[in-house]
């Protein structure tokens, strides 16, 4: 059932009204008033779907009311039909100005009734749309991903995770200091940013029109001021200029991604390069030998009598002596040179651009800043080094080989000191 609130400050108007409307109380309830004050007081606590209003009243006019009920943001949407004996051009003007219909006195029942019918009609449709924008909003406000809705000039709807993640109220807050998201992304390796795309072309459509690569972006999150990381689905509305961002949480994805990288690339305990990656990058620099006929020189560590320190010492104490000593060798090295954790005790240097001679040199030098360094518990630690350079016929096991050939050869002749082969 619809409310219509019929005001006129003539009784008699009223009850023709009431009188109009009575065979149709299955469908409307009428309220009736006598002046614009007493209709204002009356929507203060009624739902009123519709208003007949008198232009003609003492206390304030038609005109006067209807601004007041416009104003109002829970009465701004009420139709309403001036119902006035004025017929003036000025009069007519001044109702459409208003936002509202005019029929003039006296009017035709069936009229009135038609009038009222299409009005009633509009406001159940405007509130189905209501719900229907009401229950999209919830749809996208459910979601876990940040949901944002723009056309190419602005921002138009964003869900609670947008707000949450900001940590702002509503979407105007964030307009106050930022046009677009767009701009909040991080500069940052791997991570789309504007910083490295041409701002002249429409970034959303340049991710629509690239569906076939991962779009991923860094935001930072206020609360923790730590960077998130989110994948980015980017869509046009068919037969719209409109756009639907979409923003996944792949912060933890991400962070795996970095520790299965981190695991695949170096020593858990030393966190120096592991032997897998060590054979990459030896591939690598084998390659570059062959092309160009560089120098290069390869080393196998071991550290002498390590045995005994797990024995004496137990592994902790052997953990920390590996640790300590791949820390003073990769802290010493050259950046071009290649360091890695072999196997238990040993160890891997690979030289780039470094002949015998000079490799000799560099690997004794590493030998004698073990010899002098403090070690905690064992106090002293020697290793001893098998050192070979790269031949212009050598396979990478071929120089593996004679590499260890020469350490068997550094060990048997004492330890603690370098050999060739």
């Known amino acids: 059932m619809n409310t219509i609130l019929c005001v006129d400050d003539t009784t008699a108007n009223l009850l023709v009204l009431e009188a109009l409307f009575e065979p149709y109380s299955d469908k409307y309830k009428i309220i009736t008033v006598s002046g614009g ?31 007041l009920i416009k104003k109002n943001k829970s009465t701004k949407d009420i139709p309403i039909i001036f119902l006035t004996a004025k017929r003036d051009n000025q009069t007519i003007r001044d109702a459409f100005k208003y936002g509202v219909d005019y029929l003039s006195k006296p009017y035709d029942e069936h009229e009135l009734y038609e009038r009222v019918n299409v009005h009633i ?56 200091t930022h046009s677009c998201v767009s701009e909040l992304f991080m500069d940052y390796d791997n991570y789309f940013s504007l910083h ?43 037969n719209s200029d409109k756009y639907v961002i979409n923003l996944t ?75 300590t000593f791949a820390k003073v060798i990769n802290d010493s090295i050259r950046n071009t040179d290649i360091f890695a954790r072999w196997g238990g005790e040993e160890f891997v240097l690979l030289m780039p651009e470094t002949k015998l001679q000079e490799a000799v040199k560099v690997t004794n030098k590493l030998r004698e800043l073990i010899q002098n360094t403090h070690f905690k518990v064992v106090q002293n630690v020697t290793c001893s080094i098998g050192l070979t350079q790269f031949l212009d016929d050598d396979t990478i096991d071929d120089v593996l080989i004679r590499a260890d050939d020469a350490l068997y050869d550094a060990k048997q002749n004492g330890r603690n000191q370098v050999c060739t082969k």
């Open 196 to 238: 490295n795309y041409n701002n002249e072309q429409n970034w959303l459509e340049y991710f629509i029109s690239n569906k076939n690569i991962d779009h991923n972006v860094l935001l930072m999150d206020t609360a923790t001021f730590e960077p998130k990381a989110f994948k980015v689905d980017a869509n046009k509305i068919k």
């Open 121 to 176: 009609k509009l406001v159940e449709t405007r509130k189905e749309l209501y719900k229907q924008i009401e229950f999209n909003q919830a749809v996208i406000d459910s979601q876990q991903d940040i949901i944002i809705i723009r056309n190419n000039e602005d921002i138009i709807s964003v869900n609670e995770s947008f707000l949450n993640f900001f940590h702002i109220e509503s979407l105007d807050e964030f307009k106050k």
């Open 37 to 67: 004050y007493e209709a204002l007081e009356v929507l203060l606590s009624n739902t009123v779907d519709l208003i007949l209003l008198d232009v003609m009243m003492p206390d304030i006019d038609g005109f006067e009311t209807a601004k």
């Open 249 to 323: 949480d792949i912060t933890k994805l991400a962070t795996q991604s970095k520790v299965f990288e981190n695991k695949a690339t170096y020593d858990a305990l030393t966190n120096i390069y592991n032997r897998s990656k060590f054979n990459e990058l030896i591939e690598e620099h084998y390659n570059l030998f062959k092309r160009y006929k560089s120098s290069l020189c390869f080393a196998i560590f071991d550290i002498d009598f390590f045995k005994k320190v797990n024995d004496n010492y137990g592994h902790m104490i052997g953990d920390e002596t590996l640790i």
